[in-house]
């Protein structure tokens, strides 16, 4: 059964860099089926697609917040992991995790719906 | 970015009753649509993807239709279990976007 599961820091000073990890357990990060992405959620507020990487290390980010993330990936520990730099107070949001499928919309594979989703962890930004 | 508008932002009902939730596209998304429920607390849950796929396991009372920029998430009878918040979300186009959720409250 799949789970994925956010780890990290739940306090992050302001201009710090927040770091997370998701650890994938019940399927494999390397299946060229899926592409593995990190959503957050603002108290109170919706949902922002923050960005997605495929096994091979393709990254799509969000461009609102592309200069201050990197999302990389490691096979050999079946997890991926989220640095956003710079951080204030308005990136106080619960981080989540998330698979989507591969999809082939147009010419190149691309992110798809979130599929599956970790439970979620809460990062406040505060001195 | 494509913007996600969903209506009602709130929106109060009984148990029974048939709901329906509309969200719009500020431009085609041609089917690439989907559909989440989230309770509070808790992550979003999957429900429907390409507009009117019903993901495995959900109930047949949710279902979802429309293309190009109108789509409808729609509950023909509400169990106690759905009052929730729930958001569309477009994956036709880079960066992908949600919607701003409905709230389906207990009337």
């Known amino acids: 059964q799949l789970q994925l599961q956010e780890s990290g820091p739940g306090l992050v000073k302001p201009s710090e860099t927040l770091s997370l990890t998701c650890a994938v357990s019940?399927?494999?990060?390397?299946?060229?089926?899926?592409?593995w992405g990190w959503i957050r959620q603002s108290p109170g507020k919706g949902l922002e697609w923050i960005g997605s990487?495929?096994?091979?290390?393709?990254?799509y980010y969000n461009p609102s917040l592309k200069s201050r993330v990197t999302i990389s990936v490691d096979t050999s520990t079946n997890q991926f992991s989220l640095k956003l730099s710079s951080v204030t107070a308005a990136d106080t949001a619960v981080y989540y995790c998330?698979?989507?499928?591969?999809?082939?919309?147009?010419?190149?594979?691309?992110?798809?719906?979130?599929?599956?989703w970790g439970r979620g962890t809460l990062v406040t930004v505060s001195s | 970015d494509i913007q996600m508008t969903q209506s009602p932002s709130t929106l109060s009902a009984s148990v029974g009753d048939r709901v329906t939730i509309t969200c719009r596209a500020s431009?085609?998304?041609?089917?690439?649509l989907a559909w989440y429920q989230q309770k509070p607390g808790k992550a979003p849950k999957f429900l429907i993807y390409?507009?009117?796929s019903l993901e495995s396991g959900v109930p047949s009372r949710f279902s979802g239709s429309g293309s190009g920029t109108e789509f409808t998430l729609t509950i023909s009878s509400l169990q106690p279990d759905d009052f929730a918040t729930y958001y569309c979300?477009?994956?036709?186009?880079?960066?992908?976007?949600f919607g701003q959720g409905t709230k389906v409250e207990i009337k």
């Open positions: 979300q477009q994956y036709d186009s880079y960066p992908w976007t």
């Open positions: 990487i495929y096994y091979s290390g393709t990254t």
């Open positions: 998330a698979r989507q499928p591969a999809l082939r919309l147009r010419v190149q594979l691309s992110p798809g719906y979130f599929h599956f």
């Open positions: 390409k507009a009117s």
């Open positions: 019940g399927g494999s990060i390397s299946s060229g089926t899926y592409y």
């Open positions: 431009q085609n998304i041609y089917h690439w």
